[in-house]
């Protein structure tokens, strides 16, 4: 029981010591950020955080695999839950907007490229492009069922996640829209499929009667 209470005690710090150096690396930048910086964000020092890991760049790879995959998870859940193209891709973006938003999403979209060691760079673009294939995925799998409109699926995917990747720039959970609300409104405008118009009730009688010329019969 105590064995077990301590690796209790050391997952929980482990993922507040993650969480932290998250917020600390998407604030700052990968480049920028010290293990100094964490500690101070905890309340600790650089010191203690060789407890949990042996340096900065084990830190920044560890938070951006938590968010990768939680990525994987949402796009099992779009998979597995939705009922069309068109809901499949908006249950992986409502998903996906709440992770961008949290301590690991922001460390991976607020991160720049170049400032990722090459390794774990090199890592990242293969997952990230795997994600991107299978959301391509269910775009095409959209147009085809006539949920979502017809369009390019790699560019369509790209609009996309620049619309959520921008989220951590912008949003705030304070402010007037609701998480929820921006997801919808984004997959809406840019993927939903166009209602056609409705038929014009009674179209028929509404017609104006024929007019009558000189010399017609009474």
């Not at 910086?37 to 905890?42: H, Q, R, T, Y």
């Not at 991107?132 to 995925?137: E, L």
């Not at 979502?148 to 609009?159: G, S, T």
Request: charged share 25%.
């Amino acid at each position: 029981m105590r064995a077990a209470t301590r690796t209790q005690r050391f997952d929980s710090k482990r993922d507040e010591v993650l969480r932290a150096s998250g917020r600390v690396f998407a604030r700052l930048g990968f480049r920028a950020a010290t293990l100094a910086d964490i500690g101070a964000e905890l309340g600790t020092t650089a010191a203690a955080l060789y407890y949990y890991a042996k340096s900065k760049d084990q830190l920044f790879g560890d938070c951006r695999q938590i968010g990768l995959d939680a990525i994987d998870a949402a796009l099992e859940e779009g998979r597995t839950t939705g009922a069309d193209g068109y809901s499949r891709l908006a249950i992986f973006f409502r998903r996906y907007a709440e992770l961008i938003v949290s301590d690991f999403g922001r460390c991976l979209a607020l991160a720049n490229p170049s400032d990722i060691p090459a390794g774990l760079r090199e890592i990242s673009r293969a997952r990230q492009g795997s994600v991107r294939r299978d959301v391509q995925g269910l775009i095409r799998s959209g147009v085809a069922d006539g949920s979502v409109r017809p369009c390019h699926d790699l560019l369509m995917a790209n609009m996309l996640f620049g619309a959520f990747n921008h989220l951590p720039r912008w949003w705030a959970p304070d402010g007037p829209q609701s998480l929820e609300a921006v997801a919808r409104a984004y997959v809406e405008t840019l993927a939903s499929h166009p209602s056609p118009p409705a038929p014009k009730a009674h179209q028929a009688h509404n017609r104006a009667p024929p007019r009558r010329h000189a010399g017609d019969g009474s």
